[in-house]
């Protein structure tokens, strides 16, 4: 059974730095592109980075860039995302998610139960 | 590209059939585009993917069709366990370039 399980989730100050890890289970993640997205309280879905199979394609999107850092550990069947000088407004539910392709970013297979992020003062 | 979904809250009752819009601000290549169930309290869930093809699992009271710009979703009877949030999301453009994913807001049908 393909499994995701996210953590790292927590309160932090704004300003602050917080590290988010997905473990994969059920599956090898290295056969695939994963993702993060993230859904803000009583609010949509929001894209927030992809890396593929290899590390070699990644992406994300324009609110994060520059303070978001996404990777992955093959060898511990894991991605990260590492955010830095966080914000008010990315206090959120954060979904670690497997993609249906192992190169490029197509549709989304599989969802984590997510870890909370709440940035606040 | 943005979507657009329409409406963005449905009332309806068990039993009947829904459509639900998702508009593209511009072509999604190729019918690269996704369909999302989302209950109350639980992670999203893959319905459709490709505008038409159902995912693992899907029942098939839930259709998907478009191309272009328009796509809907349709829930041939609904059960009561369809009654939740749903999310188109297009990936035409990332299939190539790699990003960025973009979803619609949302439509919620909510029991009349």
């Known amino acids: 059974e393909v499994q995701l399980v996210e953590s790292g989730g927590g309160w932090v100050q704004p300003g602050r730095s917080l590290r988010l890890s997905c473990a994969a289970s059920?599956?090898?993640?290295?056969?695939?592109?994963v993702h993060w997205v993230r859904q803000a309280p009583g609010k949509g879905l929001e894209w927030v980075a992809g890396i593929n199979y290899n590390g070699g394609n990644f992406a994300y999107a324009d609110s994060v860039k520059g303070r978001f850092t996404i990777s992955r550990d093959d060898a511990k069947n894991s991605v990260y995302l590492q955010m830095s000088g966080l914000r008010a407004e990315d206090t959120a539910l954060y979904y670690c998610?497997?993609?249906?392709?192992?190169?490029?970013?197509?549709?989304?297979?599989?969802w984590g139960q997510g870890t909370s992020v709440t940035v606040s003062s | 590209i943005v979507l657009t979904q329409s409406p963005g809250t449905l009332s309806v009752s068990p039993g009947e059939r829904v459509t639900l819009s998702c508009r593209a601000s511009?072509?999604?290549?190729?019918?690269?585009l996704a369909w999302y169930q989302q209950k109350p309290g639980q992670s999203p869930r893959l319905l459709i993917y490709?505008?038409?093809s159902r995912a693992t699992g899907i029942p098939d009271r839930f259709a998907g069709s478009g191309s272009g710009t328009d796509f809907t979703l349709t829930i041939s009877r609904l059960e009561p366990e369809d009654f939740a949030v749903y999310y188109c999301q297009q990936y035409g453009a990332a299939s190539i370039t790699f990003g960025p994913l973009t979803f619609g807001q949302g439509t919620r049908l909510e029991m009349k």
């Open positions: 511009q072509t999604v290549s190729s019918r690269y």
């Open positions: 998610v497997k993609d249906r392709a192992m190169i490029t970013a197509t549709y989304l297979e599989s």
């Open positions: 490709g505008a038409s």
């Open positions: 059920g599956f090898t993640l290295d056969d695939y592109t």
